[in-house]
């Protein structure tokens, strides 16, 4: 069955939000948030101001948008299920490595905007405090499969993976230091963190450890 037939009045609701999210994203990448005002948005959307306020909540409404794009995208139920399904460890850790990388690849220029952002505003902090709660109760998640997998000893904990799993793939570092800061090509840095990244997980996770 299909659900209710949307009015050409939604659909272009719909895209108008799409239009000035997008603008936003744009803009925030370009000059930082504090230095983009509410009508570059509009303008760059082709909208009036009253309309970014009107769909999107202004400039704080639109980053925790772009926060939610980034936090509940596709890709991390994907990453959860493929991590589930995996047969090994090695194919698990695989998973994480090219999922980190997608991850970087849609999502760099949103985590560091809430980052910066972050440092000089309040609602950014909470939205930033909000997508750490989410991304390590996905690890958590993922842990329990990783342990499972690996045969780690019992006082290895969802939040040694989770601390782990940040120090070699988190916001600022993983694949923005390798790639956007020193320049790496992807695959050269995909291949690095994969590799410190496990052997961090057996030096801490081994019973002997």
Request: hydrophobic letters at 40%.
């Amino acid at each position: 069955m299909t659900g209710p037939r949307r009015s050409r009045r939604d659909e272009y609701a719909e895209q108008t939000r799409r239009d000035v999210v997008d603008a936003a994203r744009t803009l925030f990448a370009q000059r930082g948030y504090f230095a983009t005002t509410v009508s570059d948005i509009a303008a760059a959307a082709r909208v009036s101001a009253g309309t970014v306020y009107q769909q999107c909540g202004g400039k704080q409404g639109l980053l925790r948008t772009l926060m939610d794009l980034w936090t509940t995208a596709p890709l991390v139920q994907q990453t959860l299920d493929a991590v589930h399904a995996a047969d090994s460890l090695d194919e698990a850790l695989r998973v994480l490595a090219d999922s980190y990388l997608e991850f970087w690849r849609q999502f760099d220029d949103i985590v560091q905007l809430v980052a910066a952002t972050a440092a000089h505003d309040a609602e950014a902090t909470q939205s930033l405090t909000q997508a750490v709660i989410r991304h390590r109760t996905a690890l958590h998640e993922i842990a329990q499969r990783i342990r499972e997998l690996g045969a780690f000893a019992g006082s290895f904990s969802d939040d040694d993976f989770a601390d782990i799993t940040l120090y070699h793939y988190g916001p600022q570092n993983g694949y923005h230091f390798t790639v956007s800061v020193l320049g790496w090509t992807e695959e050269r840095a995909r291949v690095f963190l994969s590799a410190q990244f496990a052997h961090s997980l057996f030096e801490l996770g081994s019973p002997q450890a």
